[in-house]
């Protein structure tokens, strides 16, 4: 039986499987390309940012009878929560509920976590791109987003030196070096409830979920430093080369 | 010659021909040294659907309405919790019964622990003394932790208020067999199984109400023991009766039951007032508009009947200390909108280049 290509396409984490270098001033229209990958069975879809409904149709019409390895959003927990609330938070995620918690933080049940992910996730677009997959005989996949990063030193060296935070910090009267990050152990949490939503959302769409394999956590769950990209939110080519390895697997062992 | 005898000499207000008949004054029903709440006091509103109708008025009119369990402020981009859990000073919803405040207490203070503390379900770890939680827990232990966090917050209003006004819902209810803990619902209703095994239902008599509620004061003064303790009775008949009476006598029995209990705890307790919500609103001076067509619900100019009545002795003047707390709630959130907007900008940003580069 002939084995299914996997079009990889969606937000800006397909940035560390579609190792295709675009230029700022190059033709941002979406562009199909081949994935080097010892499998031959890769490719992905790169262009305009912020996508739009013609990437968004451009993938439909490209997708037809293959698996669609879809890198939905992704950064919830980070876009709600990199910096650290004044008021404090935390959270079980049932994922992994073991984990300490802070006494003097208040606490928000994950179910509330899941509806402010689910809502910020354009889950309407998302519903109807997969019934247009669907509808052309695609197999649609929902893929992980990376673990989040553990070093503060890293990320607020990397933020020190983008223009855009040191102005909006400005803006909003914070002085830059004393923005306090959340815990890294409550980015962890946040990003395991980002998963669980997304584990969900697949479920009620019917479609698989593609977990974060272990590969690409370190010992206490968070994205190994050999896989930081240069910024805060996103992995490298390193993390997205097992990701690849993995979906690859995935969809084998699944018979996907 | 002139008779003389006890009648003789009655205030207008003891006449039902001169107070009730002509120029019913709601306000002069309450027999409440004034001022029933200083402007400096901090309240806490517990009990039925009813009470909750008190809080945004009192807010409105500058008075400390005490909140020691909210939703976080990071929170508003989501529905608010359902029902009522939300309203109160702390998250415990509507209590209907005297039992049911006494055994929230009580558990607050770890001397009740009900064995049935929990149903586990497909959908989550639902709370039988919080049914209707929209955001209820999806593990044992993040149940654990809400339930503790939530008492702890109802244990600090309790303890905290100055004022601590409970609005009497129902007599009847639904306990477990095992060891009597009152559910504000019947199990199956709003959420969970009805299992006759385990679930038994209990309508509460005059001395039993009269026991929890005094039990509660009781126990309430020793954390807190200059409270004040307003009693109401909410006008809103049952909507449905366990018992094998029509509904209509079921709730005459009920609202006489609390009334009578609230009256002898008020004339056996100090610092513990009644307020005559239920007279304002069910007495044959209420103009039929007070309750909806269904005959149950109440309207907003019953609630306005009775909040006029209630505001108008209570001490109005000053709105200084509920401005400088207004400010720093406010002061609070847009930090906070801040933390969340500079998160926001990072991640759009970065994702931004991340796109770019592929």
Redesign the interface.
Known sequence: MQEKTLLIAG?????AL?N???K?DADPRPYLCTIEHSSNLLQ?L?GE??RTKNYWDELVRHGKDKIVVLLWKG?SH??????????P?D??A?AD??LP?NNNA???????LI??FT??SEIDLLVSLVADLKKVNSIPILCCSPPPKEDDGFIRAN?HR?P??IR??KV???EPNA?KFSPPLLRYKLWCVLQTTYRKIANRLGIPFFPAPATVKDLNGFLPRNMY?N????ANAVYGEIIKDELVAFTKENTI | MIKSHPYKSLPRRQYWSSAVAKEFVAAEVANIPFPLIKRADRIVTAGSCFAANLIPYLEKNGFRYLRTEYAHSLYRAIPAENLSYAKFSAGYGNIYTARQLYQLLLRCQGRFTPTEDRWVTEEGILDPFRPGLRYHASSEREHELLTVNHLLATQEAFSSCDVLIFTLGLTEAWQSKIDGAVFPACPGTITGKFDPELHEFKNFNTTEVIYDLQNFIQDLRKINPKVRVLLTVSPVPLVATATNRHVLAATTYSKAVLRVAAEVVCNESENVYYFPAYEVITGPQAPSNFFEADRRNVTPDAICAVMDAFLAICEREDRDIFCAEHHKLADLTIEQENSCMLSKEIADLECEEAAMDN
């Open positions: 937000h800006s984490h397909v940035s579609i295709r270098p675009l700022r992905g790169t940012w912020p950064n980070l876009s709600h929560y990199l910096i650290a609330p004044r008021h938070i959270l079980v049932s509920q073991n918690i208040a606490l928000i049940p994950e179910t509330a509806e402010l809502k910020t933020l983008e855009t935070f909006q910090c909003l009267g914070i923005v990209s910024d805060s939110t996103h």
